[in-house]
């Protein structure tokens, strides 16, 4: 397979593992690195497509993808989404002979359990001294216990699925007979399969959600731009909860004191547990925040970028990322001073009809071919090429992501939005009022 590029271009080989508009992102950004010479994508999408070579391989076939490595001489592996993380992908490769240079983004499986183990994350943060949510957990061996503390806790109360459950398994109860409900379909019943074996029950916060980023090797870190992302469907936080319909970036309430906060309370202890505790972990950290009183606690770790986090974070920042990620590998990101773009940004996502329930693929989208806006970026989330070539097909429940560029949110999701306007899929919906709380003046709301 031809590699598109330049063969006498210095620079390393990178494979991106992964989809969606998070890897769309990635993408975007590695391509204009001059210490990019050829950028593969696993399996990538239709966007993907023109910024570098797709290549037909599911993200947990790890053989398949250790031969594409080996053919393509791979340098650098950047590892998208959870799964294969969780799986062990990062293990795989470091055990595998012949790979003992391939640089990995990505933590161990063990490390992304901060991710993939609820049950894990929370005795972490409490090792740790991280604020968070009281918890506690049950399995089907101490079930009747787990009834009665759910009986007498106090509303609302949140149920969390310990591992894996594709972004579904966070449920928040207003009543007890329904908590009680959902706590017998989990445990006894396997609403969530194996992720719900074990039930996490915690406390409820109230306040305002928004997400801090890191990349770290473990012993140093660097902090990406904060985001805050829109989970619910309808205009106005109303509906069913998504993969997310938007994100703004910076978040207006994310002041120097808070900033102050989450790095002496969360991001610095995180990292120190992660150094002190032994964990195999160059990558991402995702920390999703709940502001309470003005105080921030954790919610929950991602052990990779979120989405659409990405489409706003990424396009943000100034620097080289190839450069960042190359220094977290080699231990050099305490050197690196980042710079990022201090307009706001406002990614709109555009979804399929139905979504998050049942929606069509393989729907044409057509508007692909106009004319570039000025401080907007267009980002493929589930898109694929018909066999011919010919046209862009639907092939996810989001499919587009409109990042645009603003002096404010208002400005920045008005141009998001009008770009998506431009553009057309049987059913297409989004959500026009992203960033809707922050828009009447640059007063952060009270958290």
Not at 95 to 102: C, H, S, T, V
Not at 107 to 127: D, H, N, V, Y
Not at 236 to 257: C, I, Q
Request: charged residues 25%; hydrophobic residues 40%.
């Amino acid at each position: 397979m031809a590699l598109p590029g330049n063969p006498q271009t210095p620079g390393m080989n990178i494979l991106i593992i992964g989809s969606g508009g998070r890897e769309h992102t990635l993408a975007w950004k590695i391509s204009q690195s001059n210490l990019c010479r050829h950028l593969l994508i696993a399996p990538g999408n239709a966007g993907t497509s023109a910024l570098g070579t797709n290549l037909a391989i599911a993200v947990t076939d790890f053989d398949a993808l250790a031969k594409a490595i080996r053919e393509h001489r791979v340098n650098l592996l950047i590892v998208g989404p959870e799964e294969p993380l969780v799986k062990g992908i990062t293990d795989y490769f470091r055990g595998k002979a012949g790979f003992e240079d391939l640089k990995i983004i990505g933590p161990s499986a063990e490390a992304a359990q901060l991710e993939g183990s609820k049950s894990f994350a929370k005795a972490f943060m409490q090792r740790n001294g991280i604020p968070t949510a009281g918890y506690r957990e049950f399995t089907a061996e101490n079930y009747e216990e787990g009834v009665a503390y759910i009986r007498n806790h106090p509303l609302p109360i949140v149920l969390k699925a310990d591992g894996l459950a594709a972004g579904k398994g966070v449920l928040i109860c207003h009543h007890h007979i329904e908590a009680l409900a959902e706590f017998e379909l989990m445990i006894m019943r396997a609403k969530f399969g194996e992720a719900g074996k074990k039930v996490v029950v915690e406390q409820f916060l109230e306040g305002i959600e928004m997400s801090v980023f890191a990349l770290t090797n473990g012993n140093e870190y660097v902090l990406l731009p904060e985001a805050k992302d829109y989970k619910r469907v309808g205009v106005g936080d109303t509906g069913l909860n998504t993969g997310g319909m938007g994100a703004v970036s910076p978040v207006p309430l994310y002041d120097e004191e808070l900033k102050r906060k989450v790095i002496e309370r969360i991001v610095e202890p995180t990292v120190k547990g992660i150094r002190e505790e032994g964990m195999d972990y160059t990558g991402f950290v995702f920390f999703g925040l709940m502001i309470s009183g003005g105080e921030p606690y954790v919610i929950e770790y991602n052990c990779r970028m979120g989405d659409p986090e990405t489409e706003v974070v990424v396009p943000r920042l100034q620097n080289d990322l190839v450069e960042l990620l190359l220094a977290a590998c080699e231990g050099r990101l305490a050197g690196m001073k980042l710079s990022f773009d201090l307009r706001t940004a406002v990614t709109v996502v555009a979804v399929s009809g139905g979504y998050p329930g049942e929606y069509r693929k393989g729907l044409p989208v057509s508007g692909l071919d106009q004319a570039p806006l000025d401080d907007c970026i267009l980002f493929h989330a589930g898109t694929i090429l018909s066999a011919d070539g010919s046209e862009v097909l639907t092939n996810g429940g989001r499919v587009l992501a409109a990042t645009a560029f603003g002096d404010d949110v208002r400005d920045a999701v008005e141009l998001a939005s009008y770009m998506l306007e431009q553009l057309h899929f049987e059913d297409m919906y989004f959500r026009p009022d992203i960033g809707y709380e922050f828009r009447e003046s640059d007063k952060a709301p009270e958290a």
